[in-house]
């Protein structure tokens, strides 16, 4: 089983010199290349191999230009294998041989983006606290937790907030965790992000809502200032500041919410969701895109494999809001802004996500007696506590947070 292990790191300026000098050829190399491969596609010849590509746009681009000399060569590598994985990624979603949502075809890279490099062998060395990159130097990492065993590849990372990272892709064997003999069904949603069939219900904080005059302001003063000058780049980095701080928050409770459910339950079942149809048709798509369910999902799944629980995903076709759990009486679809409703048949009173989350749950484990508590839970929902870190935010100390919300997937 394959997991990633991100933490932080602080290059110095000439370091960071050196990096940017990094990104840009890897940059290079990629552009080059799926330039010259639309070239191709154009006049109707075949994608050319990554072998030959490499001998193109990467040895015999070094005798003319000589910067490119000046960076290590694995990430240039690196960059071209990522090219041709794109590629066939495009391809096997075109013939149908890759499910789930349609792959595009590979776009140029901008400097303005998030950047990345990645290095893969025996290429660079990892220390007490120092990180060593060939060409780049030992430049200063913080473990926010121990690597798990040795490292394949390490990806250096700078986001659009200008912070750095080095992600690592470790080996890791499952941990099965003891059994629960209990399972949950869990229905996502826009005003509760999460209902379990228990009856508790879970609420995301709404880090863009509350941010969003903020970042209008910001947006507005960068939309102000002259492209190229030192004010845009500094409102631009406010920009992105603000807006790596929301996904920390988000990434934050979801890491919470998913480690929660993994613990206490052997069996986890959701819903399939269209969320990418959602998000274009529905009107509160940015509600919805802030909530983060697919976020949600890979690491509930991810989690599911490392602890040895069962993942469960039910068809989205399923009549789970509109059949009585209680029953199994068919009451008819239900307009959205019906939050309960009384069963014809049984007379049972339900809300309408707990009775959702309930016949999830029943859709994979059918003989289940489920109680719903709703009447204890409707009068107290359980709010997963996100004060304490936004607290802590707001007064700059964001790195005990940041070892919490690395990447596990
Ligand atoms: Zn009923």
Same mark, same amino acid.
């Given at each position: 089983m394959k997991a990633r292990y991100k933490y932080r790191i602080y290059p110095s300026q000439i370091q960071i010199k050196k990096l940017n000098q990094l990104f840009g050829c890897c940059r290079y190399v990629w552009n080059q290349s799926l330039a010259y491969c639309n070239q191709l596609y154009i006049s109707g010849e075949k994608k050319p191999s990554y072998t030959d590509l490499t001998k193109q746009f990467i040895t015999q681009t070094k005798k003319e230009l +000589?910067?490119? *000399?000046?960076? +290590?060569s694995t990430p240039l590598q690196q960059s071209l294998k990522d090219l041709d994985q794109a590629y066939k990624n495009f391809f096997n979603s075109c013939t149908g041989k890759r499910k789930g949502i349609k792959v595009k075809p590979p776009k140029f890279k901008s400097r303005k983006s998030r950047q990345t490099a990645r290095f893969v062998g025996a290429n660079y060395k990892v220390g007490q606290d120092k990180l060593y990159l060939p060409k780049v130097g030992k430049i200063k990492i913080v473990w926010s937790r121990p690597l798990a065993s040795q490292p394949t590849s390490v990806t250096i990372i700078k986001d659009s907030a200008n912070r750095y990272f080095a992600s690592f892709v470790v080996e890791t064997l499952p941990e099965p965790l003891p059994n629960t003999e209990n399972s949950i069904g869990i229905d996502l949603g826009i005003s509760t992000f999460a209902t379990l069939s228990n009856g508790q219900k879970i609420f995301a904080p709404k880090p863009l809502k509350k941010s969003l005059k903020k970042l209008a302001k910001f947006q507005r003063k960068f939309a102000r200032t002259e492209v190229g000058s030192k004010r845009h780049e500094k409102a631009r980095l406010k920009v992105a500041k603000l807006h790596a701080k929301i996904k920390d928050i988000r990434a934050y409770f979801l890491h919470k919410l998913s480690t929660n459910l993994v613990t206490n339950y052997d069996c986890i079942v959701l819903e399939d969701l269209n969320v990418s149809g959602m998000v274009r048709n529905h009107k509160s798509a940015l509600a919805i895109s802030d909530l983060g369910w697919r976020q949600f999902r890979t690491l509930t799944e991810a989690k599911c494999e490392k602890y040895g629980r069962e993942f469960r995903v039910i068809n989205r076709w399923e009549p789970t809001s509109q *059949? /009585?759990?209680? /029953?199994?009486?068919r009451g008819g679809k239900k307009e959205l802004n019906v939050r309960e409703w009384t069963c014809l048949s049984c007379g049972a009173h339900h809300d309408r996500d707990i009775n959702a989350a309930v016949n999830i749950l029943e859709v994979v484990q059918p003989k289940t007696k489920v109680k719903t508590a709703k009447e204890t839970v409707a009068e107290n929902p359980v709010q997963l506590s996100l004060f304490a870190l936004s607290r802590r935010r707001a007064f700059g100390d964001t790195k005990q947070d940041e070892e919490k919300t690395s990447d596990w997937s």
């Open positions: +000589a910067w490119l *000399k000046e960076v +290590a *059949k /009585c759990s209680n /029953c199994g009486f």
